[in-house]
């Protein structure tokens, strides 16, 4: 399932994609994880982020202090998210950018500073989209945009309320797609963020209309379909995860 904004010209902070996803969560304080994959160096999530408490992701964005937050169980594993470090991620990303499945969506592929440009619009802004690594049972399998959607080009496409959340994901590996993987974790993030957020009021997502797989998963993980919404790159399912529903979807 591939998510992507809304109006890729007036968002600098999640440059260029106009897509769908191929589609495929975090709690108390925990030791920090340290993984690898495909070359990778260490993603190592401790205390308020992946440098640490001090380090870079510690800072608040749309979860708080999303180093803070993991891991969480969930039907698939054990998940957390870690906030991306340029330096240690940018190898695996890139090759993910350049996954064809994923490059149609995200319009990311090419060399590495591609993806570093478009990470580091996000890093050195005011926090209001915070770029995480999805890591399940200690390998790191996707990659997340977690944003304030009220505050973002999208909530002039939809009746936005205050401290709306918004949603993008990919999944890196083909073997992780497809098996019903990205609906327990979209499940998780969503609640994960109205969790560490209690003044929003809901989860935002606006897959393609196109792409059925992915505007299934979101219904499959809870939440609901509202309206068709056209964006400037592509007419889009808007998907609804509501706080007071929650726990009856």
Known sequence: MQGQPPDPAARPRRTRRPGRHPVRLCLPHQPPARVTRNGSSDTTAEGGGADGADGPGAFDGPLGRIGERGPARTPAG?????PVRIERDLALLSQWMNDPAVAAY??????????ADHLR??????????PCIGVLDGTPMSYWEIYRAD???????????????????????????????????????????????????????????????????????????????????????????????????
């Open 78 to 82: 054990s998940f957390r998210l870690v």
């Open 151 to 249: 505050l973002d080009p999208l909530a002039r496409h939809y009746p936005a309320r205050p401290h709306d959340i918004g949603l993008h994901l990919l999944i890196g590996a083909a073997g992780d797609r497809g098996h019903g993987v990205g609906s327990v974790l979209l499940r998780a993030v969503a609640d994960l963020a109205l969790d560490g957020r209690p003044a929003a009021p809901r989860v935002i997502a606006e897959p393609d209309l196109r792409n059925i797989a992915s505007v299934a998963a979101f219904l499959n993980a809870g939440f609901r379909f509202t309206a068709e919404v056209d964006l400037p790159a592509k007419r889009a399912a808007l998907m609804v995860r509501d706080r007071s529903l929650r726990h009856r979807m």
């Open 121 to 130: 619009a996000q890093l050195d802004g005011d926090g209001g989209s915070v």
């Open 106 to 115: 995200w319009e990311l592929a090419g060399p590495p500073a591609v993806t």
